[in-house]
């Protein structure tokens, strides 16, 4: 099972970013798909999940509004369309899948993890 993050960078503040995560081994439209983010000194938070189909979606407070994830089951790749971004936004961001549907927003609830990818705000 391989998840391969990629799109980070540096950005202004209010800029966007669009991250990609491909996906390889599993049956990727049976996979519940998330994204979570670290800074510096702080844990792994939840940033944003989406169901096999792509009919449901969750989101941070943190995000929302400004932070859209998507997939495209045909190609095995999850997306995750950053806007207004801003210097709090800094963090790696990793991609991660799950063949279960509940605890989407907890670490625990995922098997799987890319390596992830920087995304860095400058102010």
């Known amino acids: 099972v391989q998840l391969q993050a990629s799109g980070g960078g540096l950005v202004q503040a209010g800029g966007s970013l669009r991250l990609s995560c491909a996906v390889s081994?599993?049956?990727?439209?049976?996979?519940?798909m998330g994204w979570f983010r670290q800074a510096p000194g702080k844990e792994r938070e939840f940033v944003a999940a989406i169901s096999g189909a792509g009919f449901s979606k969750w989101y941070a407070d943190s995000v929302k509004g400004r932070f859209t994830i998507s997939r495209d089951n045909a190609k095995n790749t999850v997306f995750l369309q950053m806007s207004s971004l801003k210097p709090e936004d800094t963090a790696v961001y990793y991609c991660?899948?799950?063949?279960?549907?509940?605890?989407?927003?907890?670490?625990?609830?995922?098997?799987?993890w890319g390596q992830g990818t920087q995304v860095t705000v400058s102010s």
């Open positions: 991660a899948a799950t063949l279960r549907g509940d605890r989407l927003l907890s670490r625990s609830a995922y098997a799987y």
């Open positions: 081994g599993l049956t990727f439209s049976q996979c519940f």
